[in-house]
């Protein structure tokens, strides 16, 4: 399905004549055709506030900071300091994997919370806090160290967070962070990143200078990788087959120990650069430890990133590197061939957050599928940017979509595949549309790397072409004759 740039503008035309004028006027701003061609940094309008009574599908500063950035350091013990919702919501939901015992050295799969009553919203809960940290600290003696994320309500009620944690920081003895990431924060979980980069600079990167830690000269870090299903575990096979010694993690099971010790690495490689690219800066100008990205989502971007990040190192490096490359390629061409034929000239839908709708890209490319739209959740002018280049021309691009937008925009574009995240999933799949829940795998995964790769292919063959999809009718499409047939038959 080829479109050419008019048939894409009179898709964007036709969905936003429904919106009175002040809303079309500012929705058109968030939807443009790509034509790589034109001055990207000008294309679409990001990172702005959603536009209101339009239903978001974005996340909050608490979910950027809670549930992206912190919440996978596994042997610390993360406070959700609020009411239960929030917590409860975060928690395990992003199948952040790790290794380690669970209530015992890790902690990632648990929900640890003030629980706020209305008492506290009265009175403030500092006292509750306090209390919180020294009976978790009492139960879990093995947790490495703390952090305080902060829910709307602490935001409104001014909870002194920071002068509780350094109290109880010198009186427990271990590392207390406080994080100002108040839900109503920002426009969108974006922020939720970036508070949480600072609060690593300033309560964990501050003692890099004082710790003590053996180097060699091919360490690195991965950072921006939160083991979704075990991504970071397979991009981790490719780095150590290269030669190269893997000292962090962040987060995805990640630890304490191993974030303080990033600033001595020879190179941080970030694989999620609207989340992390914040504090992989901040090392370079303190540290002065350079970085790169690099993407390993399918056979073209794996050798591209692979040869990007030798070329950071020696000789002895760059050529285990070709080796290695060699090698994998009787692998990954294994998966081609066998998947391809099933998957050619099939299209995708793209609507994710961070970096997937462009990350993404080059492995359906492999397997012979074209994106016919893309979007982001929250992405900045950057994201956009990067993005152009790498679709074809005449692509619809979406911003912080609505869910009106979405509809119209499948019903439209009638893609073969769609991928976004769990709101949109039901909705999509009763229209009959194959779907997968491209921000945490629909419960598959890993797809990093050479073996994520088998994974990713299989599952988009096992998905689009399930036989349910043809059978399916929206329930609102149904006439009164097929509910009655449907009630005889029960």
């Known amino acids: 399905m080829s479109m050419n740039k008019q048939d894409t503008q009179a898709i964007i035309d036709e969905i936003l004549e429904v919106y009175p004028e002040v809303a079309r006027e500012d929705r058109k701003k968030h939807l443009a055709v790509n034509d790589p061609a034109a001055e990207s940094s000008k294309c679409i309008t990001s990172n702005r506030k959603s536009l209101p009574g339009v239903m978001t599908v974005r996340g909050c500063a ?26 409860q919501y975060s928690r395990a939901g992003r199948r952040n994997y790790y290794t380690g015992t669970t209530g015992v050295d890790s902690f990632g799969t648990m929900n640890f919370t003030t629980d706020f009553q209305e008492r506290d919203i009265v009175f403030g809960g500092d006292n509750k806090l306090t209390a919180a940290l020294q009976e978790i600290d009492a139960l879990f003696p093995l947790a490495k160290g703390y952090s305080v994320q902060s829910e709307c309500p602490v935001g409104l009620i001014g909870d002194d967070i920071e002068a509780v944690a350094k109290t109880q920081s010198e009186a427990l003895g271990k590392t207390i962070v406080p994080v100002r990431c108040e839900g109503f924060r920002g426009v969108s979980q974006s922020l939720g990143h970036h508070i949480a980069n600072d609060t690593i600079r300033d309560h964990v990167l501050d003692k890099a200078d004082e710790i003590e830690f053996e180097t060699t000269d ?11 299903g075990g991504d970071a575990w397979s991009s981790r096979i490719i780095l150590e087959d290269m030669g190269l010694r893997v000292v962090a993690q962040w987060s995805g099971d990640g630890t304490l120990s191993e974030m303080e010790n990033t600033p001595k690495v020879k190179l941080n490689l970030v694989h999620c650069y609207r989340s992390m690219n914040y504090i992989v800066r901040y090392m370079e100008e303190k540290h002065g430890v350079p970085w790169v990205e690099y993407n390993l989502f399918g056979p073209t971007k794996i050798e591209e990133s692979m040869r990007k990040i030798a070329a950071m190192f020696d000789e002895k490096i760059q050529a285990q590197t070709e080796q290695v490359i060699e090698r994998y390629r009787q692998e990954w061409q294994a998966v081609i061939d066998k998947y391809r034929p099933r998957l050619e000239g099939k299209t995708v839908m793209l609507y994710v957050g961070g970096l997937r709708p462009r990350h993404i890209i080059g492995a359906y490319e492999d397997l012979g599928m074209e994106i016919v739209g893309a979007g982001y959740e929250f992405a900045h002018n950057d994201d956009y940017v990067k993005t ?84 399916l009718e929206p329930p609102w499409m149904k006439t009164e004759d097929d509910t009655q047939e449907l009630a005889k038959s029960a």
Not at 64 to 85: A, E, L, N, R, T
Not at 218 to 228: F, K, L, P, T, W
């Open 62 to 87: 608490y979910a950027g900071s809670k549930g992206v950035v912190w919440g996978p350091v596994k042997d610390m013990i993360h406070i959700s300091h609020g009411p239960v919702g929030c917590g």
């Open 218 to 228: 091919y360490d690195v870090a991965i950072i921006g990788d939160y083991n979704i």
């Open 388 to 471: 152009i280049p790498d679709m074809q021309e005449a692509t619809l691009l979406v911003d912080d979509a609505s869910s009106y937008e979405l509809e119209e925009m499948v019903k439209k574009l009638n893609p073969d595949l769609i991928g976004s995240g769990v709101k949109e999933k039901y909705v999509f799949q009763k229209m009959g549309f194959p779907f997968r829940q491209m921000h945490s795998w629909d419960y598959s995964g890993p797809y990093h790397g050479v073996d994520g790769f088998a994974i990713f292919a299989r599952d988009m063959d096992l998905t689009l072409n399930n036989p349910c999809w043809d059978k």
